[in-house]
């Protein structure tokens, strides 16, 4: 099996995962419930799988799909405000090929880039509990098992995402330093292989592109699109941002 066979499997089987009780009861009843401006939509209402081609140099981590977003398209970061502020960054730095994000087959493609989070369901209130994290937190070491031929940097969004992944990394074959790097806008750290198969990461930290922090400026797109072509440049891509 390709790795693109193999990370088509992964996403497959993440879509099924009825694994939190929690977060499976409330995925289910915001797809019935719906959003008036979205009530003529069929909603995902599933756990949301990962987006971008599987030999991708750079991965960007979240935090969990939006209940009226993702779940409701299927595809991470799509059909929401904070999508539309992330894409939009991507297509300015040129690491997707247009602005927008509207759903699944759009035509929206990502060059050299993948898109995922710890937690693959809408959380009420977007807090996924300590419990869910760690429950989820399999798919991400599997993916990223499977990403490691190529990924050589992350952008990682929000210290939920960050304290999220440190551990995953470490699971998945990369040390993590003692103490442990603090998240931070424009935060970077080089991650050393702890095992075969394994080499050095870049890690990056960034903002999280939700409404609290766009609407109020604490996350500028001038901010977000140095840190994007800061972790692309680490990847080996060529941005044509900042």
């Known amino acids: 099996m390709s790795v693109t066979e193999a990370v088509a499997a992964l996403d497959r089987e993440i879509s099924e995962c009825r694994a939190c009780p929690r977060l499976v009861e409330w995925r289910e009843q915001v797809a019935i419930e719906k959003r008036a401006a979205f009530r003529d939509q069929t909603y995902w209402g599933r756990p949301v799988p990962g987006f971008g081609p599987a030999d991708a140099s750079m991965l960007i981590v979240g935090l969990a799909p939006a209940a009226h977003g993702a779940n409701r398209?299927?595809?991470?970061?799509?059909?929401?405000?904070?999508?539309?502020?992330?894409?939009?960054?991507?297509?300015?730095?040129?690491?997707?090929?247009?602005?927008?994000?509207?759903?699944?087959?759009?035509?929206?493609?990502?060059?050299?880039?993948?898109?995922?989070?710890?937690?693959?369901?809408?959380?009420?209130?977007?807090?996924?509990?300590?419990?869910?994290?760690?429950?989820?937190?399999?798919?991400?070491?599997?993916?990223?098992?499977?990403?490691?031929?190529?990924?050589?940097?992350?952008?990682?969004?929000?210290?939920?995402?960050?304290?999220?992944?440190?551990?995953?990394?470490?699971?998945?074959?990369?040390?993590?330093?003692r103490p442990a790097p603090k998240f931070g806008h424009g935060a970077s750290v080089t991650l050393q292989p702890s095992g075969p198969g394994r080499e050095p990461l870049e890690l990056f930290g960034c903002y999280h592109v939700s409404q609290q922090n766009t609407f109020t400026g604490r996350l500028t797109p001038a901010m977000l699109e140095q840190v994007l072509a800061d972790a692309a440049r680490a990847g080996g891509l060529s941005p044509t941002g900042p």
């Open 73 to 177: 398209t299927g595809r991470m970061f799509t059909g929401d405000r904070s999508g539309d502020v992330l894409y939009a960054a991507l297509h300015a730095v040129g690491l997707a090929s247009q602005p927008t994000a509207v759903h699944p087959g759009d035509g929206l493609e990502l060059y050299g880039v993948r898109i995922t989070a710890p937690v693959h369901c809408a959380p009420p209130a977007n807090k996924p509990t300590p419990a869910e994290r760690d429950t989820c937190r399999g798919w991400l070491e599997r993916e990223l098992d499977l990403l490691s031929p190529t990924v050589r940097s992350i952008m990682v969004l929000g210290g939920f995402g960050w304290q999220a992944l440190l551990p995953v990394l470490a699971g998945a074959g990369w040390s993590i330093p």
